[in-house]
Structures are given as C-alpha cells and as structure tokens.
C-alpha cells in the first residue's frame, strides 16, 4: 500500500520562504514522476510541478522562478522550496505520484498560509 506524507506547511509571512517535503513508502509502481497540486478554496486544483525520475521538472507559470522542486530518489522523497511567497499562494498543497502530469496516488495535503 503505499502512502504519500506531506510536512513543512505553515502560516508564512508575504515574502517569506516554506519548505514542503512528501515521503513515499511502498512501491510506485509504474509512476514517473513526483509532485504537487494546490487547492485554495472555492477553486480547482491546479498542478504547481513536477519531478521525473530522471530530473526533468515542470514548473506552473504562476511560480516558475519563485518554486523550486527537486527529489530524493533513493529516498522517494520529494521537496518544494517556495520563495517569494504570495497571498494568492495560499491552498492545500497535496503531493502526488504519478506519470508524468496524471496522479495516480494522493498525499493527504498540507496547508500553507501566506498572510500578515
């Protein structure tokens, strides 16, 4: 079974800096890819990036330059450092595993708070 924990969200002043991480324990098998989804309420979930196995990233335009996401492959474990951090950040963040852009497991979301 596997299961995908989120930690590191947090209330965080305009400007300020969070670091998201998201541990993967079983087999994802068949998945490519590691990232995250963000939710803000009343909205879609909208895709925020994305990490290959082999290093490739994808990043949304609203934080490309700002976002960054890399892994742990040995340790399944992906990261988002997000800086410059905006109010229009605020959402469940919810780390995925998947093929490419498609989740096909879910994390349970962490919530980031970007307000003064």
């Known amino acids: 079974q596997v299961q995908l924990v989120e930690s590191g969200g947090g209330l965080v002043q305009p400007g300020g800096s969070l670091r998201l991480s998201c541990a993967a324990s079983g087999s994802i098998f068949g998945a490519n890819a590691m990232g995250w989804y963000r939710q803000a309420p009343g909205k879609e979930r909208d895709l925020v990036a994305f990490i290959t196995t082999g290093g490739s990233t994808n990043y949304a335009d609203s934080v490309r330059g700002r976002f960054t996401i890399s892994r742990d492959n040995a340790k399944n474990t992906v990261y988002l450092q997000m800086n410059s951090l905006k109010p229009e950040d605020t959402a469940v963040y919810y780390c995925?595993?998947?093929?490419?852009?498609?989740?096909?497991?879910w994390g349970r979301g962490t919530q980031v708070t970007v307000s003064s």
């Open positions: 995925y595993a998947g093929f490419f852009r498609a989740p096909t497991y």
